[in-house]
């Protein structure tokens, strides 16, 4: 307790010793209303199915279910084969810009975990996406590319990953110079889409291994920071988590997330056991590859306080922090979490109601940071 303590005021302490801010071209415009209000979630509740599916509570390998595949393994962020030639490839994590001009992404249907939280405090919290890619020379083009904030260098450190982004404010500083971030910044390609520059930067093939190429102290393969410890509890491969064991589960076929701006929502399809993302409006498409939409086993929705450094609306979460509310949503159910991280390089834990960690069934999963303050906004049904 003493530790978590210390790690908490540590964290106060050095968010609110920031003051003015960097001009950079996406600087936000008004500042938002930042006024609390107590959490409370709207769940529409369906009870009349009960499944009585049992599942393993183990972390998945190649003997959960007998299948060994010659050349392969389970990637640690989706549970998936994938090479073994990969196994001990850090993965990157993109900044991809999230404002409506931005759009359409690319890649995004092809990563394997996607962060989305609020940039700023103004524009009505514009969000903006950290993916999440392991194997990121599969990918043709990724983007558009974005600057960073501190919350993503809070993060990242916790997947060994890379971090690329475009620039940020001066608020970055502390958190770049330490030895565990490491990072590519404003050196990747630029494609002419008719927009605005700051639209324009994306990574495409061969860039990550041009800057891995630039940057020699920087390792490809996970390095001495790097925690042999799972990140996430899976399932076996032979069975699945339909959360029917938690007498607490509530029905989650719609869930409208409280971010104001793009007014984000998930639609669950029983045919796929997936959850198809939809923001401003329509639902997202990947145009890198064949306008596939965005959809994820997984979803894992954090309550986070957060401080807000300036007029400009710059802002930090607390994502070192420690039980602190949330729900896991996985095959149409959703059940109540708490969430806890100790420090940067720790993985954050989801636990269930019993304290214990809860188990991911394999697939891509979205992670969102929502604000404290508009967490009552939260619409599970």
Sequence with gaps: MKKRMLCLMLVLS????FGGCNKEEDEPADEADNSSNEPVISIVTDDSATPTVDISTETADAGDDDEVREGMYRSELTNEWIDEALKDQRPIAAMVDNEKTALPHFGLSQSDIVYEMTNSTANDGVTRLMVLFKDYNSVKQIGSIRSVRPTNLQIVPEWNAVICHDGGPFYIDDYMAKDYVENFSGTFSRVNNGKSREFTEYILEGDIDKNFASHSKYSKTYNSYHSDEPHYKFTSASKQNDLSQYDDAKSATHIQMPFKHNKPYFDYDSSTGLYTYSEYGSTHVDAGNNNEPLTFKNLLIQNCRYVQFDANG?????????????????????????????????????YDKNGDEIVLNTGRTYVALVPDDIWSGLSIE
């Design 14 to 17: 050095t968010a609110l010793m």
């Design 314 to 350: 710059y802002m930090m979460f607390h994502s070192i922090d420690f039980n602190r509310d949330g729900y896991y949503i996985t095959d149409g159910k959703a059940i109540p979490v708490t969430w806890s991280k100790e420090d940067e390089l720790s993985a954050t834990r989801y």
